[in-house]
């Protein structure tokens, strides 16, 4: 086998193989849009502030104590802002 045609087999294999574990990894559960929906809701139709929007993008990263800190500060009331983070979270 010509050394072209064994490089070329190894880079398609190594393509499918990296292709296919890309298709098999768990698709992220973190979700902006549902924090933000879930304080939508409390504003009844109202569309969230860029404030609220911010705090939930540092929910999906995972502090969810800022996450709710920054949503209370935005007058989201403390039950809401809980649930939001951890829809984010999620």
Known sequence: ???STRIASVLT???LALGGAALMAPVAHADVRSCINQVERELR???APEAVRAACYVG???AQDECVTGLT???VT???A???CRAAAQ
Do not use: F, I, Q
């Open 82 to 84: 809980a649930a939001a």
């Open 60 to 62: 999906v990263a995972g």
């Open 78 to 80: 403390n039950k809401t």
């Open 45 to 47: 139709g109202g569309e």
């Open 13 to 15: 294999g190594l393509s």
């Open 1 to 3: 086998m010509r050394t």
């Open 73 to 75: 500060e935005s007058g």
